[in-house]
């Protein structure tokens, strides 16, 4: 589901900008990325590393904390598509994807009592659950440390292929110890970290301009 999501979000991200998926897709840049992606994700369909914990788990531990505190709150899975887009300005798209999480839960405190926000906060990170603020929505999970999966993922490839040039994609909610795991380093501005958009495009653009300057100089090393 998540291949195909990402597609679909990649797709739409393009023909919004105004540019041809045939001649993306084919970019010699991209077709290096696509194809050992395409071979680990159908991999993938029958092996799996999960360090998190199911949403639904999250979103019952979530509603029990907050129902404990009486505590009123909104969250993404309560919400509509059209609501989601409309209070996160995200496209139709990117708002249905972004409810079809499969580790946390976006929300937002509706009960306006001071320190309500607050206490929900602390009583979920000290249940075990790792909750990050921000301006709108905000996020719940567990606490996972990001770079065991990004550690893994770096023996796993250099096993298979040996040396290797690593690239990590980050956003505001990104762990500083996963960026020293890697190579090259690409953080994405946004807004709003907890709403759930993410600027493929731009992660794209980015991948294809550090491929080529990997390309460019060991073409230069070999002369």
């Avoid at 990649?10 to 010699?28: E, I, M, T, V, W």
């Avoid at 009486?70 to 409810?99: G, Y």
Wanted: net charge neutral; glycine share 8%.
């Amino acid at each position: 589901m998540t291949l195909f999501a990402g597609a679909a979000l990649l797709a739409a991200q393009l023909h919004q900008r105004g540019l041809s998926l045939k001649r993306f897709l084919l970019n010699p840049a991209i077709l290096g990325l696509l194809v050992p992606w395409l071979c680990l994700g159908l991999y993938c369909l029958y092996q799996a590393v999960e360090f998190g914990r199911p949403h639904a788990e999250i979103a019952q531990a979530l509603r029990r904390i907050a129902a404990r505190l009486q505590v009123e709150i909104h969250a993404f899975s309560d919400m509509s598509v059209d609501e989601v887009a409309r209070e996160t300005r995200l496209s139709l798209l990117q708002a249905r994807l972004a409810k079809l999480p499969e580790y946390g839960e976006r929300f937002c405190v509706r009960d306006r009592r001071a320190g309500a926000r607050g206490r929900l906060i602390d009583a979920l990170n000290a249940s075990h659950l790792r909750c990050v603020a921000a301006d709108h929505y905000d996020y719940v999970g567990a606490p996972v440390e990001n770079s065991l999966g990004v550690a893994l993922l770096r023996t796993l490839y250099h096993r298979a292929y040996g040396t290797i040039v690593t690239v990590g994609l980050a956003d505001a909610l990104a762990d500083d110890n996963v960026l020293q795991l890697v190579d090259r380093r690409v953080i994405v501005g946004e807004e709003d970290p907890a709403r759930g958009g993410v600027d493929v495009a731009g992660w794209a653009r980015a991948i294809v301009e550090i491929v080529e300057e990997v390309r460019s100089s060991r073409a230069c090393g070999s002369r």
